[in-house]
């Protein structure tokens, strides 16, 4: 009788522990393999060809808003260098990519299409359409989250070339 018992408990936590195994391959296999998906194990993906100019588009991710603004052709001929060195260049497309939150107290920015700026409710900082911080009291731009160019998406959460680059630069906040 205990044998028997025994026997079926150690069935019983072989079954359970076989469940907990696959459970952990799988979400090893969703770690490294992130795509197609959209958002999967702390990355975004997001495909900029829909994408409007002048008009803000907000992703998620890792639980945080992130900015995506495709510049006007007017708005790239009136940039200086250092919002140059802040675009993401897809295709010959210019792009804003940055966490929308201020750097003062972390409110969220409305974007002003009319002005091309970002306006905080908070305490009335602003931002240009690069992300710099224009009015304090923000403190410094918004900050560019690690971000890589496949194709015409943008992966958010892995760090391709050009944002090695724009880290090297130390033009990411
Ligand atoms: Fe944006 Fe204070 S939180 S200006």
């Not at 992703?59 to 808003?65: L, N, T, Y």
Request: charged fraction near 25%; proline fraction near 8%.
């Amino acid at each position: 009788m205990e044998n028997s018992r025994r026997g079926f408990m150690g069935k019983a936590f072989g079954a359970v522990a076989g469940v907990g195994a696959v459970g952990t391959l799988y979400a090893m296999k969703k770690t490294w393999d992130p795509l197609p998906s959209v958002k999967a194990a702390g990355f975004t993906t997001v495909d900029l060809s829909e994408i409007e100019p002048n008009k803000l588009v907000v992703e998620k991710w890792r639980g945080k808003p992130v900015f995506i603004l495709k510049k006007t052709a007017d708005m790239v001929a009136s940039e200086s260098e250092e919002q140059k060195a802040r675009d993401v260049v897809v295709d010959g497309e210019h792009y804003l990519v940055c966490i929308g939150l201020c750097t003062h107290l972390g409110c969220i920015p409305a974007y002003r299409p009319d002005k091309h700026d970002f306006k905080c409710a908070c305490h009335g900082g602003e931002f240009d359409a690069s992300g710099i911080d224009t009015l304090p009291p923000p403190p410094s731009p918004m900050v560019i989250p690690p971000f890589n160019v496949k194709g015409k998406t943008i992966v958010l959460g892995e760090e391709g070339e050009a944002y090695k680059k724009m880290k090297e630069a130390g033009v990411l906040a």
